[in-house]
């Protein structure tokens, strides 16, 4: 099992993983240490996570995606892009296909 999220649903993929134990968590945009979110404690394995973020996210600081993965030491990609990530889509499934071959 993989786990896939995208905003709030890279938080909540993030917390489940713990209970779910996936062999791997690919994140976009993740919203983690947003207000009112009661985690901001994770137990991640660096070889297991990617997370991706847009420099021009104005919904949730890259900052945030930066502050995580720098403490559980994630590959964290930046990209030219905003919160949706939607100019680099065909970048992120060609990634994902690497990330589930164990190719990337």
């Known amino acids: ?21 996936p062999k791997g968590l690919y994140l976009l945009s993740p919203a983690f240490y947003l207000p009112g979110y009661r985690r901001t404690e994770f137990k991640q394995s660096e070889e297991s996570t990617r997370v991706f973020h847009g420099w ?11 502050k995580i993965c720098q403490k559980y030491r994630i590959r964290l990609l930046m990209l030219n892009s905003d919160h ?9 499934s060609l990634e994902f296909e690497r990330f589930l071959t164990g190719s990337g």
């Open 56 to 66: 021009q996210d104005t919904v949730v600081t890259h900052e945030y995606s930066w």
């Open 1 to 21: 099992m993989v786990l896939i999220g995208s905003s709030m649903g890279g938080y909540i993929a993030t917390a489940a993983s713990e209970i779910l134990k």
């Open 84 to 92: 949706r990530l939607l100019n680099e889509l065909p970048f992120l």
